[in-house]
């Protein structure tokens, strides 16, 4: 193929290259552009930035939840990759491959995963640490490989119901799925709190008006609407 014939073909995909950068940062994540800039460097390079490294099973202060894993809080409650996006939960970045890094309990509860989860699991905490009279309900995803074959513990295999788990407890690694093989995601863990019902069922995840601010329970600044320019770690 001659170069006349290629240029016109790579013209067009680099245009198309630098106008999805640029709505993603315009509209996407706007409110969040400097937060944003930092977790893509640290992409490049994780050895670069190791204090922006959370631990598995740190807590900062006297909040009710432990850190579920090793990684950079990279994207937050509220935060958005798309317009009209909003994000439900925590992204936490391990800078390693798939089926690496492991995945604690942040918080005890009974565990579920349901019969057709690949990747995902949910624990039910029937007194809210920061409202007991209220159930909450704690979510995890991204435990599979780009094709959906599993790291979640094989203590808790597809159809388990309501098996009490303390803190700490292994749950599994971090992986890519993103619920379509084949069509991978960053290696991350996903969590987020979800309401209940009030029939003892968690609501729909992906809705964030089904989820809570993370912030009290972790003791980290986990709001994008007052967060809007730093990567979260404990003080």
């Keep these: 193929m ?3 014939t290629i ?4 013209i067009p995909a680099f245009a198309i290259a630098i106008a ?5 940062f315009t509209f996407g994540n706007g409110k969040t ?3 944003t800039s930092q977790a893509f460097a640290w992409f490049n390079d994780p050895a670069s930035r190791p204090e922006l490294m959370m631990t598995l099973g740190s807590r900062c202060g006297d909040a009710p939840f432990a850190f579920p894993t090793n990684g950079m809080i990279g994207f937050i409650w ?3 990759f798309r317009p009209g996006h909003r994000h439900s939960g925590l992204d936490i970045f391990g800078g390693t491959d798939v089926g690496v890094t492991p995945i604690v309990a942040a918080y005890p509860g009974f565990l579920t995963r349901q019969e057709d989860w690949k990747s995902t699991v949910i624990i039910r905490a029937p007194e809210d640490p920061l409202e007991p009279s209220r159930q909450i309900w704690v979510y995890y995803t991204h435990m599979a490989d780009a094709d959906g074959n599993s790291f979640v513990s094989e203590q808790f ?3 388990t119901r309501e098996v009490y788990v303390e803190e700490g407890t292994f749950l599994g690694y971090m992986g890519n799925f993103s619920g379509e093989p084949g069509n991978p995601v960053g290696v991350h863990l996903h969590i987020s709190i979800v309401m209940d019902d009030g029939s003892g069922n ?11 601010d993370p912030s009290p329970y972790f003791g980290m600044p986990l709001n994008a ?3 809007t320019d730093t990567i979260p770690v404990c003080d």
């Design 33 to 35: 552009v400097e937060r």
């Design 202 to 212: 968690f609501l729909n995840e992906l809705e964030i008006e089904n989820t809570y």
């Design 157 to 159: 295999p597809q159809g």
């Design 7 to 10: 240029l016109p073909l790579v």
């Design 2 to 4: 001659s170069k006349k």
């Design 225 to 227: 609407n007052t967060n």
């Design 20 to 24: 999805g950068i640029y709505f993603f």
């Design 78 to 80: 509220d935060d958005s």
